[in-house]
C-alpha cells in the first residue's frame, strides 16, 4: 500500500515538474507580433510605394485612411483590400478644431469615413485611430467617447511603437528606421503614407528586414486585435 502511495506521490510531483517546464516554455516561445500601420493615406505615389513594398515583401499592414482624401484615389483602397491589407478609420477632415469639438462632431466624422470606404470598396471598417492619437494636446480620451464608439461597433488602436514620421515628415529615412525598431513582443507600429511621407517609404524596407530577421509575424488590425487606447491620469 505504501509503495502504490509513494508511486503516486512520484507521478503526481512528475506531472508538476512537466507542466511547470512547459508552461516556462511555452513562455519563452511566445510569439513575436508586429502590426504596420500607416495613418493619413490614401497620398498617391507615396502610398502607391508602400503598397509596392509591402507586395514585394509579402507582409500586410492596416491602413487608417482619410475619408477626405479618398475621392478619385478608389483604385488605391481597392488595391490595399485585393492584397490582403485592413482598413481603418482616420477621420474625414482630420481636422484637431472640428473632431474634439465635441463627441458628436467625433463619433459623425467617423461613420462618415466609414460610409466613405464603403462605397469605395465594400468595406465598412469597424477599427479606427484618433488623429494624433486619442490623447493629445488638444484632448484627452473620455469614457464617453470611448463607449459611445463602442456603442456603434467602433474599436480603438493607439500604438506602441512611433516611427516619429507624423511629427516630422523631412527627417531621414534613418532617424524612423532608428525609432521604429523594438524588442516588444506585441508591436504597434505608428507610420504615415500621406503625400508628404516618401522618407517613411524609404525606411520601410530596411524596418521590414529588421522585424524578419528578428522572427516577428506580421499581423493585420482586425476587430478581433485586443484595443489599444488609455485614459489620462488626472
Known sequence: ????????????????????????????????????????????????????????????????????????????????????HSLGLHSMSHSKSKLYSSDKEFLKEMLECQKTINNACGISPSILRFPFGCNNNSYHLKKTLVDSLHENNLKIYDWNVDSTDGANHNASPSTYIKHAKSDKNNIILLMHCGYMNKNSAKALPDIIKYYKDNGYTFKTISSDTDEMFHFMKH
Open 1 to 84: 500500500m505504501k509503495k502504490n502511495k509513494y508511486s503516486f506521490l512520484a507521478f503526481v510531483c512528475v506531472f508538476i515538474f512537466t507542466l511547470s517546464f512547459f508552461s516556462i516554455y511555452t513562455m519563452a516561445e511566445e510569439e513575436k507580433v508586429i502590426y504596420l500601420t500607416f495613418d493619413d493615406g490614401p497620398g498617391g505615389k507615396v502610398t502607391t510605394e508602400v503598397l509596392d513594398i509591402l507586395k514585394r515583401e509579402e507582409v500586410p499592414a492596416t491602413f487608417f485612411l482619410i475619408g477626405d482624401q479618398i475621392k478619385g484615389q478608389e483604385k488605391l483602397i481597392k488595391r490595399m483590400v485585393d492584397e490582403g
